[in-house]
């Protein structure tokens, strides 16, 4: 069965730094979705995205952040400068039409010192 | 304003036992879906079920049962003959088809399954 993958599984980085969290969404999926989940709390909705463009995004998704669909099958986020709060799970999902169950990724694992 | 709670944050059961994750949700659209989610320890969120909200027949997979009642905007989950496996955070969650496109989660609810 096909499947979202997500590279790397764990990132450490220093504050400040930029980091890329890369996924691969389902092939025939239309739209992609990242996610994050701070240790132990609720699963939070970052950004949504669909032809090329964001569709929608949260109030956590700030100027720091962006997301990138390079070549048609790549999913990327980027920080731009991590702060220690950015430290959490982040899940990337894809749909292949709008209410389709999200397949998610297994998750990065983001650090920062 | 769309919002999903579970009120349980903490279960703790014997093996064997019958459990009942609660999940309420507030929606003003008509057409919209329920989505549970299990996230075991490794941390990745694997889909169990989705219900639109014109079907509310009950539904059983196996050990696992669902049951959505509109009349009371919930949507409960219940693991009969609970297994250690079982042990995991679950999220309730929701969508609406009338608006953005984006699924809320309930907070979720962190079921220990004790041998």
């Known amino acids: 069965e096909p499947e979202v993958t997500q590279t790397p599984s764990h990132q450490v980085t220093q504050m400040g730094q930029e980091v890329i969290l890369r996924c691969v969404p389902i092939?025939?999926?239309?739209?992609f979705y990242w996610y994050r989940q701070i240790l132990g709390q609720k699963v939070e909705f970052l950004v949504s995205?669909?032809?090329?463009?964001?569709?929608?995004k949260s109030e956590i998704f700030d100027d720091q952040f962006s997301v990138e669909r390079p070549d048609g099958s790549n999913f990327t986020l980027k920080i731009r400068s991590t702060k220690l709060e950015d430290s959490a799970m982040y899940f990337c999902?894809?749909?292949?039409?709008?209410?389709?169950?999200?397949?998610f990724g297994n998750g990065t694992r983001l650090t920062v010192t | 304003a769309q919002k999903v709670t579970q009120a349980q944050t903490e279960i703790s059961v014997v093996e064997k036992e019958d459990v009942t994750l609660d999940c309420v949700y507030e929606?003003?659209?008509?057409?919209?879906?329920l989505f549970w989610y299990k996230q075991p320890p490794s941390g990745e969120l694997v889909f169990l079920i989705r219900?639109?909200?014109?079907?509310?027949q009950n539904e059983i997979s196996g050990r696992y049962s669902w049951n959505f009642q509109k009349s009371t905007s919930s949507f409960n989950f219940t693991i009969t003959a609970s297994q250690v496996v079982d042990s995991a955070v679950y999220f309730c969650?929701?969508?609406?088809?009338?608006?953005?496109?984006?699924?809320?989660f309930g907070k979720g609810t962190r079921l220990h399954i004790l041998p």
């Open positions: 969650a929701l969508i609406s088809s009338d608006r953005d496109d984006k699924i809320i």
């Open positions: 092939s025939n999926h239309l739209y």
């Open positions: 999902a894809s749909i292949e039409n709008v209410n389709s169950p999200l397949h």
């Open positions: 219900r639109n909200s014109f079907d509310e």
């Open positions: 929606t003003r659209d008509t057409t919209y879906y």
């Open positions: 995205f669909y032809n090329n463009e964001i569709s929608e």
